[in-house]
């Protein structure tokens, strides 16, 4: 039956006609109305123009005419009131759809034990408590290797003194008595002994065998479950838990091991698997009745340990609860391999825990902001068992049981926990004051949290999506890592150039990808080790982990390689039907355990889906199967429905775009929660090599595919955010919606013909064609000096800024003369100073780093320094001031005796860019010379640095001597050697005008502005008080709970451990030498290798941020990586210039001397004879009481004891490279250049450890000899991998500076070298360093920490000091109060 066209224009007549003539014949004759309107005109022509028109109509469909262009609203309709359904009907929802299908719950086959319903229950009714630290109280029995071997192993190939696990078998006593003593103390849940029972960490011990990982495992369980049961009978109402403890193990699957090669990994993700699979299966066969996996500084080893879990569960039949719990590893709120606690999360939370928590590394106070953050994101129960506070010094734990749970109750106060327990210093006096605590809480309320997609990399990524316009909440998926997707990443990959491929993955990150999808589908890669080593590489990489990955391949061992490396939540690409139900059940199941979102492409056993119907069936096929039977999230289930191109010529392609957008919308509603996803290159591939046609399309699709709800596409991100929809070409974008929504048969051609006409290289939201120049929406780069157009005022601020110092003497004098500004002071005071409020805004933002503050200070000095000259004349004919204002007068000194001022240049700068006078008097600077300036220049406030432990107590005399003035300025304290526990005890006391500590630089502006704040400073100093005296009573506390061995006891445990020097092990090696050899004008070349260049970046307050710390990884660091690779290309330039014009010289001298110990000392001889002494070298003793059985050591005890008859020797060294230095820097003072005279004070600093470490390679290889075959690499050294040591006078193995003077004397230093003491033993040049050398294998570093009066009495009387001088020297260390 012919159609009605009563409602056609005369374009759909002509296009319906030429396409169907006959129907369109029939439609004329039957449309009655027309014939009664025009009856006589129809009369009479109709012989003619009936049989006409249909000749003609049938002659045009037999000449394959094109139907006319059929116009849409133009945007402009929009504003005329059409509607978005009336704009574009083709792609809107039909009517009569059928109802959303109800879907079955899914049952776990793996059924439950009973202890998921008492735990569940009393965790709503009360806060649990879980035992404390397993190690801290093992330390306590002092157990002897014995102890630990038994009888079991009593012959085995390797000591096993600290393994703790063991002893659930040697001395199952110990392990009962402290579980028992936790059961007591209230604790609800204790864990197992088996935080190391794997066999990877039992590798360390050679007990690596599957029998003895399974008996200590079951051994451990089994005694945890009897203690609990013993406990339980007494008190039915209060059940007790035995938690099988499973530990991280001692390696990790998503940092390298080796620096050069960050893909590789120390073990592989099936291994750890394996471990934790056998630890669990005897863990349960021993009876545990959950499992707490634990400490987990790598989430990637937990989500294996999860996976074993599950696979356990699975054969087994039944599940118990599974703890997990995470390990933030300092303030910064991350794992050790880097993921914030919510990212952690979303990588756990597929795993379904009964709760989730944080353990061990921080304190209480420092886990609350953590804790927080879990108790809100997670939807189950969420406890958490912190340290004994943070580690004192010696890495022991000082806070008691009372403290802990004061610290603690804000848990419990703010709802956050369901269990909270102790973990490192932590006992069962702690645990019985956490119960305590608890008892009178309720527990947190378990909610509910909203139901999106969570993914995560090293940040969490929780897809939330705007409903009314999924545009705005689109998912950019990265494809430039896929090798089908990016030439460039093939061949890179294809030519094993994996850094440039991981330069491509930053690239898209930076460009605005939130996933990066990666695949290695190609005939010429081998595709599972291709995406094993660029996962871990990216992995590696954490401004690319930062997000998630989607693993991307065809073939699944291929994307399980990848998901088997990524800590984070992935979104693995992907399954289908292809294969049967079997194997889509199989390996969704396998997707599910990895703890992946999964895409599901529409594919069945019949083919690929291409029409709307055939894409919304498989998909809901799919859903159905994964909902029901997999028990898969459905905000995890991502659909493919496949995006085919278009515009290829071929009439069944045409409506692929319009199928895929009215699919994405029908799948969405069938099946809730799902996602739509979708390859979107795939759409123009016919149009690939004309960049503005194929972005076009890209655009416009995912307008109309995100209007219709698609979440997500494999994209070029870049283009993807560039191409906004409603700024492309309008005429473009007509040509290509036509063909996207298949308006017209020709559309096709349509499009090639003006495709034909563009420039192939221009973009489309800003079109060229063939032939023309670049419009208005060209860009080009900018030029590099466009700044320099600027007025000049606006140059010098931008050179301020940016510290170009090119300009700026130029730009300084055009301001002088050009009219603008009346005096030199208005300049300074107007764009300076404008430009310099920027620097120290930026600066305190953390947007700029302490290397451009300084340049920006350089440009400032020059500038001013070119004003200085016509400020003075002005001022001589005047009278006027020719001051500018300023925020404040600063004086700063390096206090008496101490010549570092490094760190003093620094601050003195900062606060300069902060607009503060800052009057720096030097170094070695007498109490008195401060005094006096600081009344000289009515200073607001002082500063003083010091870097050596004497210099603490010039600071002392320095406060009291201000207080003797009545002096009412702050004082402002900082230096190496400074801390706010000194400052706090020695220094506040000791002057009332406010004494403040100061960390760095960038502490330095905050805190002397609010000192010069009216308003503010009293307040904040009486804070600053109150804390400080909170830290004298919480130190002479300390003092008092802290005990020590006298002088005497603590020499007996030596003794008891004596080496024995004649034993071939420990015989001295006889030195090339004795006597001293100086080392004059070394080569600076010579050392450039033996860099650590950590330091260097330290003292510009450069630091990276996991896993990008230290030198090299620091360039990488997302922050300050950038700053910090500039400044060491700056530093590579000076240190050359330094090294062509010989500026410094690098001096030493070292020396071997016939020596033997004589109790705490070591005397020197003059000879081989040994007769003659003619030095003696003083030791300090340990005396602080310690936690293990080992000798309270001194240095001495590494030097052959005289009475032993075995000939031992002393070697000694000092060197320098400050020859030269003064000069070099007074050049960069005089020129006004700060940033260039801290440069080289830095890499004196350096060059003088690099040559020292020289030196004492050269001593043990060559001068001395002990070890000849020695080979290591800088980075080796750099560790302290090699024989002997180099301890220094004044630091921790020996804390009395006055040694050196022995060291002088001896040697003659300062006439061999030219390096000096000053009066506190300070080294002049400061570039200087100087030590002792001890050769045996037994010497070791250690720290002497604190003594009592009994040691400071006779080392005075050994040294020929007076008792009160002796004090002065050591105070730093002194346990008391002199």
Known sequence: MAPSIAGYTWHDAYNFAIVNPGQASAAILLAWPLFIAFAAVCVVLSPLVFPGAMLVAYVLNKRGAQPVEKPRPKAVAAGQGASYAEMYPEVQPKANLSPVPKYAKWVDPVKPTAAFDVINKIMKERIMVIDGAMGTAVQKYKLSEDDFRGERYKNHTHDLKGNNDCLVITRPDVIEEIHNAYLAAGADIIETNTFNSTMISQA????????????????????????CVEFTKKN??????AAGAVGPTNKTLSVSPSVENPAF???????????????????????????LVETIFDTLNAKAAMFAIDMFFEKWGQKIPVFVSGTIVDNSGRTLSGQTNEAFWNSMSHAKPIAIGLNCALGAKDMVPYIENLSRVADCWVFCYPNAGLPNAMGGYDQKGAEMA?????????????????????????????????ATYKPREKHDVPDIMRLSGLEPFNYAPNEKDYRKTFINLGERCNVAGSTIFKKAIVDGNYEKALAIALKQVENGAHVIDVNMDDGLIDGESAMTRFVNLMVSEPDVSKVPFMIDSSKFHVVEAGLKCSQGKCIMNSISLKGGEE???????????????????????????ATEAEKVRICCRAYKLLVEKVGFNPQDIIFDPNILTIGTGMEEHNNYGVDFINATREIKRLCPGCKISGGVSNLAFSFRGNEPVRRAFHSAFLYHACKAGMDMGIVNAAQVEEDVYEKIDKELLEYVEDVLLNRCSNATERMLEFAATLDPKSKPTALRKKGAEGGAGTTKKDDAKAWRNQTVGKRLEHALVKGIDEFCIADTEECRTNGDYKTPLEIIEGPLMDGMNVVGDLFGAGKMFLPQVIKSARVMKKSVGHL??????????????GEASNAGVFLIATVKGDVHDIGKNIVAVVLGCNNFKVIDIGVMCPKDKIIDALKEHNADICGLSGLITPSLDEMVDMAKAMEAEGMKIPLLIGGATTSKMHTAVKLAPNYSGGVVHVLDASRAVPVAQTLMDKNKRGEYLEDINETYAEMREEFYAGLEDRKYLTISQARDTAAKCAVDFKSPEHTPVTPQFTGVKALVDVPIADVIDYIDWNPFFQVWQLRGRYPNRGYPKIFNDETVGAEAKKLYEEAQRMLKSIMDNKRLKLNGIIGFYPANSVGDDIEVYADESRTTKTHTFHTLRQQAE???????????DFIAPKDSGVKDYLGMFVATAGIGLHELTAEFKAANDDYSYIMAEALADRLAEAFAELMHEKVRKEHW????????????????????????????????HTEKATMWDLMKVQEEIGVELTESFAMLPSASVSGLYFAGKCSQYFNVGKITADQVKEYADRKGQDFKTAEKWLSPILSYEP
């Open 204 to 227: 360390d011990y050679e007990l690596d065998k599957k029998e003895e990982v399974y008996l200590l495992n079951k051994t451990a369980a089994q005694l945890a479950k009897k203690c």
């Open 868 to 881: 200085i000259p016509f400020m003075e004349e002005e001022k001589r004919l005047n009278g006027g001031s």
């Open 236 to 241: 039915p109402a209060k059940p007790r838990f």
């Open 583 to 609: 194997e889509f059940l199989n390996q969704a199941k396998i997707v599910k355990r990895h703890g992946a979102a999964v895409v599901v492409m529409a594919f069945d056993e019949e083919g690929q889906a």
């Open 1265 to 1296: 000899g002990y070890a000849k075959d020695e080979k290591f690499n800088c980075e080796d050294l750099l560790k302290v991998k090699y024989q002997g040591i180099r301890p220094a006078p004044g630091y921790p193995s020996q804390p009395d």
């Open 265 to 291: 990994r120390g073990c592989t993700y099936d291994e750890i698997v394996e471990a934790y699979y056998e630890q669990v299966e005897a863990l349960i066969d021993g009876g545990v009745d959950v499992l």
């Open 406 to 438: 004061e610290d603690c109750r804000v848990f419990p106060d703010e709802g956050l926990i369901n269990a909270i327990g102790g973990c490192c210093g932590t006992t069962d006096e702690h645990i019985k004051c956490l119960a305590d605590m608890v």
């Open 1186 to 1196: 310690k936690d293990v059985d080992e000798p309270y050591m001194a240095l001495s």
